[in-house]
């Protein structure tokens, strides 16, 4: 049985900012949203999140993960934050802590940890430069005798560089007896979650220590400069798992992937490029430059040119779709559809073969198949009050520069010349349209400046 604790009590105060630090985004989510959602893989009983900072910002910004929230007030070290949870927790089982500021530890670490034994677990990682960690301290059998940190560490000590990366797992009823006989006689005043290994030792449980696969997996965030800079490292790790699947990047390090890209075979994406949430590419799609994709399907062989924008929208296979084209939620694209530059479409079904190709509104509409929408074409969905719905039968043509005010319906094979306002429904198979007659006046001069 698992229990997890997530500390997320700092302050955060090199961020300069009013939001708690475990709040600011990378990859589009909050830091802290990455710690959770790892959790979550490892099945734990309880999860406890321990907070500070910010008022309720934090347990309101993680509502729906169903975790136990803990203030820890004042902040009086990382043991002390522990000791928040611990009347939230079993004794049966173990206890993981993570961190709500290191934000990319993997599953497949944390679950090595699970299997490196029984007793105390600590995830340590060897640095070049080890200054300002917790150093681990072994004997000359290799085996760990304790933690000690920078500020209380002799000069010996800090040669060491395998560090603490502050993750550990524990026994938890051992865990509980070990955080209630911390003392905060060390050189920062705190309770030093730290010193639990030292107390492990003591009583002859075993210490194993894991070290992560890649060193961003335990890089914690103080400030904007370490923010924009995993961020920039996530981004590669996830072009390079695209680039390793066989899609081709135009270049990898400008994508930018916020959630989850699923791509078929011989997806093209350009540069720029923004995926947003849950994205779907099918085989052969190619994505133009400077485009931004979030929670959409796309399917096989369509082809969507540079500055597209496409949100929670479904497109059928060889469609093409900008460049300039906005699909806002909702609209839903057959295949073969043509929707060109400066066209806005939002909760629209657009038909199997139809063409909205330049500067159009199309809104709460269903358009059949074969539909050609001239450009300017504009359906007037708002009263100022309420929307209402345009239908376009199959193999209708609408005229450029015509307004469809809806409720209203344009039957199959219809004509609308352009130029017209329909207000009415039209009949399948004619030419309606609604505009004054084209009359010249003869011998009419342009007027001309009066004399000053
Ligand atoms: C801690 C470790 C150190 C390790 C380093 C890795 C201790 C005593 N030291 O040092 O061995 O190398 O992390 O980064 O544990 N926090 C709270 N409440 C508190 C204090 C801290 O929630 O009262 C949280 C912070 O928000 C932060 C984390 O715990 O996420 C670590 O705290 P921090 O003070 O940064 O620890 P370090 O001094 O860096
Ligand atoms: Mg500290």
Known sequence: MLNI????????????????????????????????????????????????HGGEMVPQALAQYGAQFVIQEPQLGTGHAVQQAMPHLPDEGRTLVLYGDVPLTQHSTLHQMQQAGEGLVLLTVTLDNPTGYGRIVRDAQGDV?????????????????????????????????????????????????????????????????????????????????????????????????????????ADPARIDVRGKLVCGRDVEIDIGCIFEGDVTLGDNVRVGAYSVIRNATVATGTDIAPYTHIDSSIVGANCHIGPYARLRPGTRLADGAHIGN????????????????????????????RVNIGAGTITCNYDGANKFRTVIGDDAFIGSDTQLVAPVTVGRGATIGAGSTITKDTPDNELTLSRSKQLTITGWKRPQKGKK
């Open 5 to 52: 604790v997530i500390l997320a009590a700092g302050k955060g105060t090199r961020m300069y900012s009013d939001r708690p630090k475990v709040l600011h985004a990378l990859a589009g989510k909050p830091l802290v949203r990455h710690v959770l959602d790892c959790a979550a893989t490892l099945g734990p009983q309880r999860v406890c999140v321990v907070y500070g």
């Open 145 to 249: 005798q304790c933690i000690v940190e920078e500020k209380d560490a002799t000069p010996e000590q800090r040669e060491i560089r395998e560090v603490n990366t502050g993750i550990l797992l524990a026994p938890t009823a051992q865990l509980r007896d070990w955080l209630s006989r911390l003392g905060n006689n060390n050189a920062q005043g705190e309770y030093y979650l730290t010193d639990i290994v030292g107390m492990a030792v003591r009583q002859g449980v075993a210490v194993h220590t894991v070290q992560p696969a890649q060193r961003w997996e335990v890089e914690g965030i103080n400030n904007k400069m370490q923010l924009a800079a995993l961020e920039r490292t996530w981004q590669r790790v996830e072009a390079e798992r695209l680039l390793a699947q066989g899609v081709t990047l």
């Open 342 to 369: 400066f066209v806005e479409i939002k909760n629209s079904d657009i038909g199997s073969g139809s063409k909205a190709n330049h500067l159009s509104y199309i809104g709460d509409s269903t358009v059949g198949s």
